[in-house]
């Protein structure tokens, strides 16, 4: 099943929602990153999380997720676009914890106390950035405490990464469920219903669900339209003059400093991990 994100809104205006299905965008980042299982899970889950969000961005908009916490993960960070493509990273990829009551121990990779960071390019003069502390460091539940107190938006959220033996990703996906301003609020109590008793999200891709049907079973019998389907890919916006314009951004003296080794600088890029590499020369021209 490709990956892909379909966003909905019902007939009378009353729900919004979407899903996504992000098994090969969260192998891609855990083969770049070299993540163990509790990382895994934890990015992606982080990076389901932008894309289910990117759903609601227009044109050049662009969208990022930082979480920093206390635990051994230090920081995550997702960024989409519009048009569905995204990267992701962490600072460190190994969490190092063994499970807990049978389950990858996110919360404890994340830490217990920290913030969620989430930064909007809506083409303004500057971004608009909000931060909230993690409410419970499983991601989904800190998404959704940041949707209902920041933007006012009561929303259900639900993240799922399950792994095979060799610690691959199996399967990873999610969702989000909104209740829309001025809506029926008859619907809640409905929508509450199906939420409990609706299978883990991973358990509905390993039966083939895609990102509408796993919509049209938590929406059944409430009509909707579809206002998006659009496909899911790993994509970096790293490039030489990029990495040459962030040297540049180090100052003179720094500059000064490096070029004084007479040895070339190397860079890596955090999120594709591409390795790029200046002579002395090319800097050169950076301090006039």
Same mark, same amino acid.
């Given at each position: 099943m490709k990956d892909q994100l379909v966003r909905i809104l019902s007939n009378d205006g009353s729900l919004r929602a979407m899903a996504a299905v992000t098994t090969e965008l969260t192998e891609g980042i855990r083969r770049r990153q070299?993540?163990?299982?509790?990382?895994? %899970?934890?990015i992606g889950r982080l990076v389901t999380g932008a894309a289910l969000l990117g759903s609601l961005l227009k044109g050049e908009q662009r969208l990022?997720?930082?979480?920093?916490?206390?635990?051994?993960?230090?920081?995550?960070?997702?960024?989409?676009?519009?048009?569905?493509?995204?990267?992701?990273?962490?600072?460190?990829?190994v969490?190092?914890?063994p499970p807990k009551a049978g389950r990858f121990d996110v919360a404890g990779a994340v830490g217990r106390a920290g913030f969620?960071? %989430? %930064?909007?390019?809506l083409g303004l003069k500057e971004p608009y950035r909000s931060m909230v502390q993690l409410y419970s460091s499983e991601i989904a539940e800190d998404l959704a405490y940041y949707l209902t107190t920041s933007e006012? %938006?009561?929303?259900t959220v639900a993240l799922g990464v399950t792994l095979g033996g060799d610690a691959s990703v199996a399967a990873a996906g999610g969702f989000i469920v909104q209740a829309m301003p001025g809506g029926d609020?008859?619907?809640?109590?409905l929508l509450e219903q199906r939420l409990a008793a609706l299978p883990p999200t991973t358990d509905l891709l390993h039966e083939g669900r895609g990102?509408?049907?796993?919509?049209?079973?938590l929406l059944e019998g409430i009509p909707f339209a579809v206002k998006e389907q659009?496909?899911?890919?790993f994509q970096c916006s790293c490039s030489q003059q990029q990495v040459l314009r962030m040297l540049a951004g180090l100052g003179k003296p720094e500059l000064r400093e490096l070029l004084a080794k007479g040895e070339n600088v190397a860079v890596t890029c955090e999120f594709c991990k591409q390795h790029y590499e200046f002579a002395p020369e090319h800097l050169e021209p950076l301090l006039k």
């Amino acid at each position: 099943m490709k990956d892909q994100l379909v966003r909905i809104l019902s007939n009378d205006g009353s729900l919004r929602a979407m899903a996504a299905v992000t098994t090969e965008l969260t192998e891609g980042i855990r083969r770049r990153q070299q993540t163990d299982p509790t990382a895994t %899970v934890a990015i992606g889950r982080l990076v389901t999380g932008a894309a289910l969000l990117g759903s609601l961005l227009k044109g050049e908009q662009r969208l990022a997720l930082m979480i920093e916490g206390n635990g051994p993960l230090q920081k995550l960070h997702a960024e989409t676009d519009a048009k569905g493509h995204l990267r992701a990273s962490l600072k460190n990829p190994v969490a190092g914890l063994p499970p807990k009551a049978g389950r990858f121990d996110v919360a404890g990779a994340v830490g217990r106390a920290g913030f969620l960071h %989430v %930064v909007k390019d809506l083409g303004l003069k500057e971004p608009y950035r909000s931060m909230v502390q993690l409410y419970s460091s499983e991601i989904a539940e800190d998404l959704a405490y940041y949707l209902t107190t920041s933007e006012q %938006v009561p929303s259900t959220v639900a993240l799922g990464v399950t792994l095979g033996g060799d610690a691959s990703v199996a399967a990873a996906g999610g969702f989000i469920v909104q209740a829309m301003p001025g809506g029926d609020e008859s619907l809640i109590p409905l929508l509450e219903q199906r939420l409990a008793a609706l299978p883990p999200t991973t358990d509905l891709l390993h039966e083939g669900r895609g990102p509408l049907a796993i919509l049209e079973l938590l929406l059944e019998g409430i009509p909707f339209a579809v206002k998006e389907q659009i496909d899911l890919a790993f994509q970096c916006s790293c490039s030489q003059q990029q990495v040459l314009r962030m040297l540049a951004g180090l100052g003179k003296p720094e500059l000064r400093e490096l070029l004084a080794k007479g040895e070339n600088v190397a860079v890596t890029c955090e999120f594709c991990k591409q390795h790029y590499e200046f002579a002395p020369e090319h800097l050169e021209p950076l301090l006039k």
